[in-house]
């Protein structure tokens, strides 16, 4: 713990999540005893959207379904550094594809080979191409929707039954937004096993937060800020005054504290993720895209498939999930209703014991956020949102275009930002 220096520099961080953890730990590792930093979150815990979900038996799991990659070498990298990597599993996660009434397997290209959802010439241009967006080359994609670069390198069929109920599923109205270099980065990035930590990703952020304060990074939770204003040198923080401040807290919620943005316009998607508690195995995939224009729900998440660790038990946590306009009905909704409406695909893919007439579920829980996905593309004036400029600096999952919002790339942006705030305070 290092000692106290008058001459410090007050550094203040708004958001306790991933990129915000990461930018108070990368700054306090790099900038010695020469700032005075704090963190202000709005929750009563680190994590943010990564927040984790307390099962009847006492086990630890996400509230949203968190996962990372083998690519994903920013956050390997840092749970390597805070020692908690040895809690990491990787696991080989199995993908089925409801479409018109049946599940397909879409796990590996042995599936794909297999599967008499496409036809064999498109399976192995399903291959091929998935393969070729794996290169990561995104000049082609210039001008281009999701769903036109879909039918260009992909051809009908395989859009028809695969991408189009995907995007449509998850965005509505807005699936001319997407651009395909977003669908491109997420086939490039995705890799066939997938990472989850024993406990929850709690014990990386638990664990994030403990160096932060071993650095003497201050923080101060259930705190909501109220205003933030420019001074010529200075960032005025509910009337604090700090020589810099890195918002985490993305532009719709910045335009509330009386941040503008010229000529920006916002776009995001809400969640809601229902976890049940099921005591048999549904006997589904780790993942199922769930491709049906009567229902919200666009996923079910059978955990068990991906961590199939005996201390469980008997109990069986599966999410099921949908992404939502601001428009949508669904917020209206009790959590009840959304209960017993979103049980109603894991019934209809799943299977169960000869002894039951039906899967059932003992307990759930819903979870909401209204920020979950925002939607960027700067060709169409939806731009990202991030500003290297002091003394107040932006940063936030509107940040990281062409990639999709993740653990990963919050702790690869908060170490930019850190970069970027030592270089300029030290000068």
């Known amino acids: 713990m290092r000692s106290f220096n008058p001459s410090q520099k007050k550094v203040c961080i708004i958001g306790a999540g991933p990129l915000g953890l990461s930018a108070a730990y990368y700054l306090s590792l790099n900038s010695g005893d020469s700032l005075d930093i704090c963190i202000l979150d709005a929750s009563p815990n680190p994590g943010g959207l990564a927040s984790s979900h307390h099962l009847t ?15 994903d070498i920013d956050f390997i990298e840092l749970s390597r550094e805070l020692g908690v990597f040895g809690h990491m599993c990787f696991a080989r996660a ?6 018109n009434d049946k599940l397909y397997s879409l796990g590996g290209p042995r599936d794909v080979l297999t599967t008499d959802l496409l036809s064999l010439p498109n399976r192995l241009r399903f291959l091929i191409v998935s393969a070729f967006l794996k290169t990561g080359i995104n000049k082609l994609f210039q001008g281009q929707t999701a769903m036109q670069g879909c039918k260009r390198f992909y051809g009908e069929e395989i859009t028809e039954r695969i991408w189009k109920p995907l995007l449509e599923g998850k965005f509505s109205e807005y699936q001319d937004f997407v651009p395909m270099s977003w669908l491109a980065s997420r086939v490039r990035d995705r890799s066939m096993r997938l990472g989850y930590m ?3 990703f709690d014990l990386f952020y638990n664990a994030l937060f403990k160096a932060c304060a071993l650095n003497n990074v201050k923080s101060n939770y259930s705190y909501r800020v109220h205003s933030i204003r420019v001074g010529v040198d200075k960032v005025f923080v509910d009337d604090h005054p700090y020589d810099a401040c890195l918002s985490t807290v993305g532009p719709v919620v910045e335009q509330n504290l009386g941040i503008d943005c010229v000529n920006c316009e916002f776009m995001y998607l809400g969640a809601i993720c229902v976890v049940y508690e099921l005591d048999e195995n549904p006997q589904i995939p780790y993942w199922t895209n769930y491709c049906d224009p009567t229902s919200p729900v666009m996923a079910v998440i059978n955990h068990r498939e991906l961590d199939s660790s005996y201390s469980f038990g008997k109990f069986y946590p599966v999410y099921s999930a949908a992404y939502l306009t601001p428009g949508s009905q669904l917020y209206s909704l009790t959590d009840h209703d959304l209960i017993q409406l979103f049980f109603l695909p894991v019934q209809k893919i799943g299977r169960f014991s000869a002894n039951s007439s039906s899967l059932r579920f003992n307990c759930a829980t819903v979870y909401r956020s209204r920020y979950a996905q925002p939607l960027i593309n700067p060709e169409v004036n939806l731009p ?3 500003s290297f400029e002091g003394p107040l600096y932006r940063a936030s999952m509107h940040s990281i275009y062409p990639n999709d919002r993740g653990q990963n790339y919050a702790v690869a942006l908060g170490k930019r930002m850190a970069g970027k705030m030592a270089a300029d305070l030290a000068s």
């Open 384 to 386: 990202p949102i991030v």
């Open 94 to 99: 199995s993908v089925g594809h409801y479409y």
């Open 198 to 200: 024993e406990g929850s």
């Open 57 to 71: 038996n006492g086990k630890i799991i996400e509230a949203f379904y968190h996962h990372v990659f083998t690519t």
